[in-house]
């Protein structure tokens, strides 16, 4: 009965402990994803002269939109991620916060929200 009890208690300060870790873990990831799309965006304007639209959005890194003449072979990234959450980034151009903003809708998949469910943008430092 009592290595139940001792039991149950280690395993709740486990998952106490675990879970938060687990969140940073995604936060950092999305940030990790989000600067190398700023990379990507960057070349992409290198070659193009312009950012794409928001119509061609972050899928131009990978497929080359119409009469892009100076599109480079092989895309400017290999696949586009999805975040730690399974939800594809955001892509506005211009950007609200800067040339061009990308984020996650963080672990909610919506606008705005707190702790976990906050958005993680690249305006952020």
């Known amino acids: 009965m009592i290595s139940v009890v001792i039991m149950g208690l280690l395993g709740t300060v486990v998952v106490l402990n675990v ?3 687990r969140e940073q873990a995604s936060v950092q990831k999305a940030r990790a994803d989000i600067a190398t799309l700023e ?3 960057d070349a992409y304007r290198l070659d193009m002269r312009r ?3 928001v119509e ?3 899928d131009a890194l990978v497929n080359a939109p119409r009469d892009a003449d100076n599109y480079r072979e092989g895309g400017y990234i290999r696949r ?3 975040d ?5 980034y955001q892509y506005v151009y211009p950007g609200e916060n800067g040339v061009f903003d ?3 809708l963080g672990a909610d998949g919506r ?3 707190e702790d976990n469910d906050a958005d993680i943008g690249n305006w952020q430092g």
């Not at 730690?84 to 594809?88: E, M």
């Open 84 to 88: 730690p959450w399974d939800n594809p």
């Open 111 to 113: 606008e705005g929200g």
């Open 19 to 21: 879970l938060p870790l």
């Open 102 to 104: 990308i984020y996650s």
């Open 51 to 53: 950012y794409p639209t």
């Open 80 to 82: 586009l991620p999805n």
């Open 56 to 58: 061609e959005g972050l």
């Open 39 to 41: 990379q990507a965006l």
